[in-house]
């Protein structure tokens, strides 16, 4: 078999199997393509040069295992894999940490141009880390930079360690293990967070795959905002004269929106997709 006919071969049997796509993933090719390249191990197989490759025996029944998987048990690719991608970087991933996703990975990328100036970016903050996915990016994007990043769950704190030390990190992005600001002394230049806000009873009518995440990552109250409020209230005691604040809210923005009128926040458009990115300068 060659790789593209088992690429073929996957996508057929994920949408056969009517799974939820959602996680970094937007069709059942996609993640057809994610899924032969993991087994494969090696990114190039998407080279169009190489996908008439011819895949071995073994690998093809390791990547139909992964996917039967996937289908009977409606787990994210990513926890069957332990492997996702943010920000053109590989993260380790398992249910104590929500799978990398945030669209907030485009606006890393540039350096959050043009609302703050890169060269002034020293401190940086990052809240709910999680997986460590938007620490470890903001230390590349920011390669002077003094990175934290805070959690409350010790199980998500040690996965993001895991993908420091990975990344050759481990001396740039301090964990520590607090409620938002809990801790953290002086000013950021930038505050970002992708924090819970999922109002706490939709949690169960959720696609099956997400509720395979950490509760606690995603439910916020019975409006989905008790986090991002909170997050509003404290900033302007930790961000720096000229400095941003970077919130990601979701499907929650209008609301978010709506109980803070007196704000001027800034929705950035954003050309790979997602939604409710809001920025806020000091």
Request: charged share 25%; aromatic share 8%; proline share 6%.
């Amino acid at each position: 078999m060659r790789f593209r006919d088992l690429v073929d071969e996957l996508a057929a049997r994920l949408a056969g199997g009517r799974v939820h796509f959602g996680h970094g993933m937007g069709s059942a090719e996609e993640e057809a393509l994610a899924l032969a390249n993991f087994v494969c191990r090696s990114g190039l197989w998407q080279r169009r040069s190489l996908l008439g490759r011819r895949v071995s025996p073994a690998v093809q029944e390791r990547a139909r295992a992964i996917a039967f998987a996937r289908v009977a048990r409606r787990l994210p690719l990513a926890y069957l894999t332990r492997e996702a991608w943010f920000g053109g970087m590989r993260f380790y991933v398992d249910k104590r940490v929500c799978i990398p996703r945030s669209p907030l990975a485009e606006l890393i990328e540039i350096g959050f141009a043009p609302w703050l100036n890169p060269d002034g970016a020293r401190r940086i903050i990052d809240l709910c880390t999680g997986s460590g996915c938007i620490a470890a990016a903001c230390a590349f994007a920011f390669p002077d930079a003094e990175v934290i990043a805070t959690d409350l769950s010790p199980a998500a704190l040690s996965v993001a360690e895991r993908n420091a030390r990975r990344l050759g990190l481990a001396g740039r992005v301090e964990l520590r293990k607090g409620d938002l600001f809990a801790g953290a002394q002086g000013k950021f230049d930038l505050i970002v967070a992708n924090p819970p806000y999922v109002p706490a009873g939709a949690c169960g009518s959720l696609p099956r795959e997400y509720r395979h995440e950490p509760r606690m990552a995603l439910a916020a109250g019975a409006d989905g905002l008790a986090i991002a409020s909170r997050i509003l209230e404290e900033a302007p005691r930790y961000l720096a004269e000229g400095g941003l604040l970077a919130l990601e809210v979701g499907e929650v923005a209008g609301d978010l929106a709506a109980s803070h009128p007196e704000l001027p926040f800034l929705w950035p458009s954003l050309e790979r997709g997602g939604e409710g990115v809001l920025l806020l300068r000091a």
